[in-house]
């Protein structure tokens, strides 16, 4: 499963923690070994629980109720402090919030601009966004709601569903955690 193995191991034999063990390929083979048995096929089988647990969500919850089920499995999943999205709206163009786990929609601004927001740049590009210290990043600009909750960073996904009807629009948005 794992095709690059070389380069894999040259990577972790440049970090600092592994500077003490041995170089010897034998280690190292068995190393990556160990690491595909068990930790890959134990990461792919939650990996499957959790896309089941969002596939079976239920279609007749309200389209806020559905992503906030789904932050919630995305925040249980990855041990996150919280998730939230916030969807495109064109006839404002801003980013509407749409649901959050733990739900804070009431302390949550409404709207945030398009513009200036990494909200904004996730569903312009539609490319992933990760910001490893919000307080230093110009684009998020309540640094009060950073301080409350003492959380720091944040992985902005770009959120896209189809609609069926031709006379509806895409949904697009972004998935926050």
């Keep these: 499963m794992l095709r690059d193995l070389e ?8 970090e600092p923690w592994a500077e003490h063990l041995p170089e010897d390929t034998e280690f190292w083979n068995s190393f990556v070994q160990w690491i595909e048995d068990y930790m890959v096929s134990e990461f792919l089988v939650k990996l499957i629980h959790q896309v089941d647990e969002i596939v079976d969500i239920s279609p007749d919850l309200s ?6 089920t789904a932050a919630r499995h995305l925040v249980d999943f990855l ?8 969807i495109y709206d ?13 739900s ?11 513009d200036d927001s990494i909200a904004g ?5 539609r490319k992933t966004v990760l910001v490893p210290n919000l307080l230093k990043d110009k684009r998020y600009h309540n640094k009060d709601a950073i301080e ?20 509806e629009r895409d949904t697009v948005g972004v998935m926050q955690i």
């Design 7 to 14: 380069s894999l191991v040259r990577d972790i034999q440049r």
């Design 63 to 68: 389209e806020p109720a559905i992503f906030e």
């Design 79 to 86: 041990g996150a402090h919280s998730a939230s999205v916030r």
């Design 90 to 102: 064109p006839q404002s163009e801003q980013m509407l919030s749409y649901g959050s786990y733990p």
């Design 104 to 114: 804070e929609e009431a302390r949550r601004e409404t709207f945030i601009p398009l």
């Design 121 to 125: 740049e996730v569903v312009k590009t």
């Design 148 to 167: 409350r909750k003492g959380v720091y960073s944040l992985m902005a996904i770009p959120l896209e569903i189809p609609r069926f009807y031709p006379r």
